[in-house]
């Protein structure tokens, strides 16, 4: 009985740390070849494993795609949350915060950002990618808008629209997401640092 | 001598419209079932012709994927130039205009903007893609700031940057496509405009 407590738990550990394995092989893969030149052969030659353990973890190409979106939603999801505990207390210390974590260089880098439009251009004919992308934006735009509504509230601002303000700075980020990955020589990052807090201090001029 | 010279447009007129009838073809498939899944049998299918014509008229996927991108920015292109001649005089009717365009139904469709996000699921696998798309990003980057600048100088607006506004109205426009693709049945085409609006008439007050 000691001994099966043990190593349950730790047979569950190995097996996760395989699936994150094959999983962070899975998007190195994507990056380099798109989703389409991606082939279960090609992770487990990244991962160096066999293709038997890559079946055996997640049966299909299908399978092995959708929970490396789940992951690649779930880390930015982890590192939003983060960052929103860690930011200054008041809303406009979080909000710069948000908008500094999308362009930062461990999220904002071409590598990743391929991972990421690589499953935005399947949304249109996978249902399921299209949910969990959709998911981690509606609560990104709420907490967004949340942000905004306390601002305003805080600095009295009229003529300013929590959740417009919410939908131009996501789109903002988002856009320069893809000027990053298409432009990456001439994107400029202090650049887009600076157009988005020129944004925030001409809606919010109390506040940024 | 007259009858090759009636026939040799109008044989070349034939050959351009079935070309672009398979183009169109590959961008409905591309549409709802990515680039991964469309298939050349799939085009000859949609277009109503043989395999035999794809292959006449394009001789590989990979030559038709380019030509299809290199449309779809075609197409893009002679929007933006059309509208840039028929707007209003001044920079600011101009430059409103060109960002009513990104919004406009046509354009800011799913089944359109699926095509779009299926080529930059490519580019970083596809150093012909990201050149196609890099250059008519540039081109738009360029005429956007240099309509900015126009208004920054008839406004003398001080603190206001038309590089960097150019490149957040950029990516405005462009994160908005991704929302519209993503969360389409809560995606708000008023609420887009608003949000470009109030970012105008809060860089140029005295223009927007």
Redesign the interface.
């Known amino acids: 009985m000691a001994v099966a407590a043990v190593n349950k738990p730790s047979r569950t550990a190995a097996r996760e740390k395989r699936r994150q394995q094959l999983i962070d092989a899975t998007m190195k893969c994507i990056?380099?070849?798109?989703?389409?030149?991606t082939t279960l052969a090609d992770v487990a030659k990244e991962a160096g494993l066999s293709q038997g353990i890559v079946n055996l973890h997640f049966q299909s190409k299908d399978n092995l795609l959708q929970e490396t979106l789940r992951r690649l939603a779930g880390e930015y999801r982890s590192q939003f949350e983060r960052t929103l505990k860690q930011s200054g207390p008041s809303p406009a210390d979080k909000l710069l915060a948000l908008m500094k974590l999308d362009i930062k260089p461990s999220i904002c880098k071409?590598?990743k950002l391929?991972v990421w439009?690589?499953?935005?251009?399947?949304?249109?004919?996978?249902p399921t990618y299209?949910k969990i992308?959709?998911e981690l934006?509606?609560h990104y735009d709420e907490v967004v808008e949340g942000l905004c509504a306390e601002i305003i509230a805080d600095g009295n601002y009229r003529n300013?629209?929590a959740?417009?303000?919410a939908?131009?700075l996501?789109?903002?980020?988002?856009?320069?997401w893809?000027?990053c990955?298409?432009?990456r020589k001439?994107w400029?990052r202090k650049?887009?640092l600076?157009?988005?807090q020129?944004?925030l201090s001409?809606?919010f001029p109390e506040h940024f």
């Open positions: 990056g380099r070849k798109g989703i389409g030149g071409p590598a391929a439009f690589a499953f935005w251009g399947e949304v249109q004919s996978r299209r992308c959709d934006d509606r300013v629209d959740s417009t303000t939908m131009a996501n789109s903002m980020t988002n856009g320069m893809l000027s990955l298409i432009s001439n400029d650049q887009a600076a157009a988005v020129s944004y001409s809606s």
